[in-house]
């Protein structure tokens, strides 16, 4: 089980910040489908990441923390904080990751004990769309922060990686490559119908116990360091949007095998003579 600390209260300005080199992001987002355990492929089209949802599948959203310090991520689905509820923006609440450390967010927050499961389901049934907030249906999205560091604190130790680093993870090179060639190939035609509109989005699914803890986290600046978002819909969609391939369609074909492919009978080599 992963675990994830909640924050429920943070100054948004500092007392004091250290300046810190930018190296690549500071949290890594994936998607889980939790019923079959699998990756969700990410697939880059047009300036976005695509993920590829089931209606009726439990999903997570794993943040692995890249960084050797404490991290907070205010996480949004459909537009919609995951743990507040609220119209998402950055200022607002979220979850705090220990160094290095992973977790997967499987639900709408809905107390320190429990959550209500991410669930793909139609457009209508998505939680934003119920609340009526159905503009931003069909993005998971991320906003996170460094720690301030508190003029009167000598500067924290940054934790060693483990090793090897994020074990159990995806790597990024496995991610690009599984997407270039996923969408290599383009169907023949799309169906105006269906990439016209965002066809599924996220639902209020069952309970489950989740329970985590809160913490304090003063940001180290008023905008997030990184913002980050992926977007998905049902495979159908990103069929007919040439994200993915259609499902009939085989990159390579193999010859046929033919009853009489030559004429006549040929000579045996000569070692059989």
């Known amino acids: 089980m992963f675990r994830a600390c909640l924050l429920l209260l943070a100054s948004l300005f500092p007392l004091a910040a250290c300046s810190r080199a930018e190296a690549g992001p500071l949290v890594d987002v994936s998607v889980v489908d939790r019923d079959t ?6 697939y880059p089209h ?3 990441t695509w993920v590829a949802g089931q209606p009726g599948h439990r999903y997570a959203v794993r943040l692995t923390n890249t960084t050797g310090e404490r991290v907070l991520v205010v996480m949004s689905v459909d537009g919609v ?6 119209t998402a923006a950055p200022s607002q609440a979220g979850y ?5 450390e992973t977790a997967e967010i499987a639900g709408w927050r809905k107390s320190l004990d429990d959550i209500a499961q991410f669930v793909f389901t139609d457009h209508g049934d998505s939680y934003a769309a119920r609340t009526g907030r159905p ?5 998971i999205g991320v906003a996170a922060f460094r720690e301030a560091r508190p003029y009167y604190r000598p500067p924290y130790p940054v934790a060693p ?6 074990a159990g993870a ?8 599984t997407a270039k060639a996923a969408g290599a190939a383009a169907p023949e035609a799309a169906n105006d119908a269906i990439a016209g509109r965002q066809r599924i989005g996220t639902g209020h699914g069952e309970r489950e116990w989740a329970p985590v803890g809160s913490t304090d986290f003063v940001r180290a600046r008023r905008t997030p360091d990184q913002v980050s978002q992926i977007r998905y819909d049902e495979p159908r969609r990103l069929v007919a949007l040439g994200i993915l391939p259609p499902p009939h369609r085989r990159l390579h074909r193999d010859p046929a095998p033919q009853a009489f492919p030559n004429g006549f009978v040929a000579d045996p ?3 059989w003579r």
């Open 37 to 42: 355990g699998q990756w969700l492929p990410a």
């Open 46 to 48: 047009r300036g976005d």
């Open 81 to 86: 904080n995951a743990v507040t509820g609220e």
């Open 96 to 100: 705090v990751l220990d160094p290095w």
């Open 135 to 139: 503009r931003n249906v069909g993005v």
């Open 161 to 166: 990686p483990p090793y090897p680093p994020y």
């Open 170 to 177: 995806r790597t990024r090179s496995e991610a690009a490559s």
């Open 269 to 271: 080599p000569p070692r």
